[in-house]
């Protein structure tokens, strides 16, 4: 069946290097992938999405792109901030998956000042 | 715009005893989820809704777990009796489309402890 595989955590940087959080998949045919963020005691929010081969989804300097050659969908920053702390989740909805979404394990990631 | 509103946030019972979590989407979705997420995990889907059908719910414990729509808004998702493996998160989305490419929303979620 469908599955995400991403790296285990926690991740700790300091502040202002560069992030990359992997993620891979398997799935049939062309899935939807996702990252979702979930700051400490809040719910999971959408980071950002891309829904078809060479997309790529960007947001609040966050950026992923959607590589079916290597079924990988890897997080990047440029510059993370101690805000950036929380917990990273990949996630896939497949072809015939009609919405359901897997999720990864989730990457606890902190940022040191 | 509100978000998708849980209640309550955290609950604690003893094992065996009932427990029931309240969701109320976004106005207007249509489409509502439970999941359950265990500690250090991704969430799990558990169930899910279009209006007032569950469509999916083929990952629901059935034998002890249940969960209504009744009038195609919120809903609620009832354990009984409630085991010590069922302490977790149970996290309620919504989406105004049951789309692979709509996104979910998603609320912060009830934290159940069953001692």
């Known amino acids: 069946g469908d599955s995400v595989t991403q790296m285990e955590g926690p991740v700790t940087l300091s502040e202002e290097a560069f992030l990359t959080i992997n993620c891979t998949y398997t799935a049939t045919g062309y899935p939807s992938l996702f990252w979702y963020v979930q700051y400490p005691g809040e719910g999971l929010q959408l980071l950002l999405k891309a829904t078809k081969a060479d997309d790529k989804g960007s947001n609040k300097g966050f950026e992923a792109t959607y590589r079916k050659e290597t079924t990988s969908f890897h997080l990047e920053k440029g510059s993370v901030q101690v805000s950036d702390s929380a917990v990273y989740f990949c996630a896939l909805i497949g072809y015939s998956s009609a919405s359901k979404i897997i999720f990864g394990s989730g990457t606890r990631l902190s940022i040191r000042p | 715009e509100a978000g998708v509103v849980q209640s309550p946030r955290y609950k604690i019972i003893e094992k065996k005893q009932p427990v029931a979590f309240w969701c109320n989407p976004i106005?207007?979705?249509?489409?509502l989820y439970w999941y359950l997420q265990n500690l250090g995990q991704g969430p799990e889907l558990l169930i899910r809704y279009e209006n007032e059908e569950a469509v999916d719910d083929s990952q629901l414990p059935k034998d002890r777990f249940s969960a209504e729509r009744l009038k195609g808004v919120d809903s609620t998702l009832k354990i009984q009796p409630a085991e010590l493996g069922d302490s977790a998160v149970y996290l309620c989305?919504?989406?105004?489309?049951?789309?692979?490419?709509?996104?979910?929303?998603f609320g912060p979620g009830t934290r159940l402890t069953v001692l």
């Open positions: 989305a919504s989406s105004d489309g049951g789309a692979s490419t709509d996104t979910q929303y």
């Open positions: 106005s207007g979705h249509n489409t």
